[in-house]
């Protein structure tokens, strides 16, 4: 899968909206709002929970979540009984994930941020200058907007040549 976060609009986008504060979550389903019908305010509560590895217990990463997410209203099953749409949509998770994970090393924040053991205390930290040298969840976010770009891309192409 080619990935180039400085070409993908969306990564750009998902990039921007993690710096005007939203959570990495929202910042990459948020960047997408152009793909599926649901009005601003629900996308936002709805990727809301996310954030910091799921509430800030460090846990998969929330831009991860997010691409879940984009995955799941574009590509989702929507029959419980199915089990080939399950399994379809399970596996393109787990590619999307595995692709994240590739470049990254992990889907987990604690491990992208390099930090112990255990869930962080609630409160987010500000966001200041200091905050962004430290962390690597712009580029993060950024990345998980590029592969749900390309992925996106490629279903496309694939779905044209059919």
Same mark, same amino acid.
């Given at each position: #899968?080619?990935?180039?976060?400085?070409?993908?609009?969306y990564?750009?986008?998902?990039? *921007?909206l %993690?710096k005007?504060g939203y959570?990495?979550?929202?910042?990459v389903f948020?960047? %997408?709002? +152009?793909? $599926?019908?649901?009005?601003?305010?629900?996308a936002?509560?709805?990727?809301?929970? %996310?954030?910091?590895?799921?509430?800030?217990?460090?846990e998969?990463?929330?831009s991860?979540?997010g #691409? /879940? #997410?984009?995955?799941?209203?574009l590509?989702? $099953?929507?029959?419980?009984?199915?089990? *080939? *749409?399950?399994?379809?949509?399970?596996?393109?998770?787990q590619?999307l994930?595995g692709e994240f994970?590739?470049r990254?090393? /992990?889907?987990?924040?604690?491990?992208?941020?390099?930090?112990?053991?255990? =869930? +962080?205390?609630?409160?987010?930290e +500000?966001?200041?200058?200091?905050?962004?040298?430290?962390?690597p969840?712009?580029?993060?976010?950024?990345?998980s907007a590029?592969?749900m770009? *390309?992925?996106?891309?490629?279903?496309?192409?694939? =779905?044209e040549k059919?």
């Amino acid at each position: #899968m080619e990935i180039c976060i400085e070409k993908s609009k969306y990564a750009q986008k998902a990039m *921007q909206l %993690f710096k005007e504060g939203y959570n990495c979550s929202q910042a990459v389903f948020l960047a %997408f709002e +152009d793909k $599926y019908d649901m009005d601003h305010k629900t996308a936002l509560m709805l990727s809301s929970s %996310f954030g910091g590895g799921m509430g800030r217990l460090r846990e998969v990463c929330g831009s991860v979540s997010g #691409m /879940s #997410m984009v995955a799941g209203i574009l590509y989702g $099953y929507a029959d419980p009984t199915d089990n *080939q *749409q399950k399994s379809e949509h399970y596996k393109r998770i787990q590619e999307l994930a595995g692709e994240f994970e590739k470049r990254n090393h /992990s889907i987990v924040c604690r491990e992208l941020l390099g930090l112990g053991q255990g =869930k +962080d205390h609630y409160v987010p930290e +500000d966001r200041t200058k200091e905050y962004y040298k430290k962390r690597p969840c712009v580029e993060l976010v950024g990345m998980s907007a590029a592969i749900m770009e *390309q992925y996106i891309k490629e279903t496309e192409e694939t =779905k044209e040549k059919a």
